[in-house]
């Protein structure tokens, strides 16, 4: 039996077959939250290890570091400084996250027929939309132990394996990264073997095909303005 995600990833999203079976998949409501609720539990310890910076561990480490200094900075966890707070933790993340790649594997085949205005805006909701998720919720951190179990590279491609351990599961958590003018940019995240943007590519194509990309846009939209306002 596949075994549960914790109560922190626990949101049912569910998607039809052609022949009108339902089948569920258990990605957390605050499904971007996870990746990084997982890396605040990496020790510093593990943070200067044998990963040099020019990995692609090395990257996804580096990027931790500076989220845990942010989340353990107690001026930061004043509920009048928490638009300060958000703001430097979306500013860490965006700098290893390529949004743009991400938004253009969500829609697939849809962006090519897209003018570049629409593309530009597309992506900036969409930046939003997973930041709203992120930023929103890494107060729900409890304690998770991060275990990183190896990386696998192919020319400008690489992925990261790692487990995110509690005392009651252990959770598969890669990120895939593609390098780009020599850096390495995350570009998806598959969580117990769920892809994040194959899960929201299937989503948006719903959206698109029942409906208009407008219609997509303006769910963003409402979503980003919530996210916003909160």
């Known amino acids: 039996m596949k075994k549960e995600l914790p109560q922190m990833l626990e949101a049912t999203i569910e998607t039809r077959s052609r022949a009108g079976q339902r089948s569920y998949f258990r990605i957390l409501s605050k499904n ?12 510093l310890a593990l943070l200067t290890g044998a990963w040099g910076g020019g990995t692609p561990t090395g990257a996804v480490k580096e990027t931790v570091d500076q989220v845990l200094v942010v989340l353990r900075d107690q001026a930061l966890k004043d509920p009048a400084r928490v638009n300060e707070r958000r703001a430097k933790l979306e500013e860490i993340i965006g700098q290893r996250f390529d949004y743009a790649e991400m938004a253009k594997r ?8 897209l003018s570049s205005e629409k593309q530009h805006e597309f992506v900036g909701l969409f930046q939003q939309f997973l930041a709203n998720s992120y930023s929103g919720n890494v107060d729900g951190y409890s304690g998770e132990q991060v275990e990183y179990l190896k990386e696998r590279e192919k020319g400008e491609f690489a992925e990261v ?3 995110v351990v509690s005392a009651k599961v252990q959770i598969p958590l890669d990120y895939r990264l593609l390098r780009k003018n020599g850096e390495w940019r995350v570009y998806d995240v598959v969580i ?4 994040l943007m194959k899960n ?3 989503q ?7 409906s208009s990309f407008e219609a997509l846009l303006d769910k963003l939209r409402s979503k980003a303005d919530l996210g916003t306002s909160s």
């Open 32 to 43: 971007v939250a996870v990746i990084f609720l997982g890396w605040m539990a990496v020790s």
């Open 204 to 210: 948006f194509s719903r959206i698109i095909d029942s």
């Open 161 to 163: 394996q790692t487990k």
């Open 200 to 202: 929201y590519r299937g």
């Open 192 to 195: 117990d073997g769920v892809s």
């Open 106 to 113: 969500t829609l697939a085949a849809h962006w090519k027929g």
